[in-house]
């Protein structure tokens, strides 16, 4: 599976972003999907998962209601809408995709079987 993130760019504190991740190679419509973001001098950290079939999602405790993760299996596609854009949010952002073991949608970076290259979010003050 090979994975593209884009979507990013620079905006201004409280504006919106929404983030892209297209699959090829094979379908990720079995696969769960995660977001995850790396500020410089910092250590990558999760943002957001969704399930398989799109009928759960997660957050990172610091999204507070301002991103929204979804996918769209037809078009092999993750997306996170991202508002209300704060500068401490400026950072790499990379997609990854887990099998989901035994069921569960992983948050740890370690457990993802593929990475997509990152986008980068900056936020202006």
């Known amino acids: 599976v090979q994975l593209q993130a884009c979507g990013g760019g620079l905006v201004q504190t409280g504006g919106s972003l929404r983030l892209s991740c297209a699959a090829s190679?094979?379908?990720?419509?079995?696969?769960?999907m995660n977001w995850f973001r790396q500020a410089p001098g910092k250590e990558r950290e999760f943002v957001a998962a969704?399930?398989?079939?799109?009928?759960?999602?997660y957050y990172a405790d610091f999204v507070k209601g301002r991103f929204t993760i979804s996918r769209d299996n037809a078009k092999n596609t993750v997306y996170l809408q991202i508002n209300i854009l704060k500068p401490e949010d400026t950072a790499t952002y990379y997609c990854?995709?887990?099998?989901?073991?035994?069921?569960?949608?992983?948050?740890?970076?370690?457990?993802?079987?593929?990475w997509g290259k990152g986008t980068q979010v900056t936020v202006s003050s």
């Open positions: 190679g094979r379908t990720v419509s079995t696969y769960n």
């Open positions: 990854a995709a887990h099998y989901p073991r035994a069921n569960i949608v992983a948050s740890s970076a370690a457990l993802m079987d593929y």
């Open positions: 969704i399930n398989y079939s799109g009928d759960n999602t």
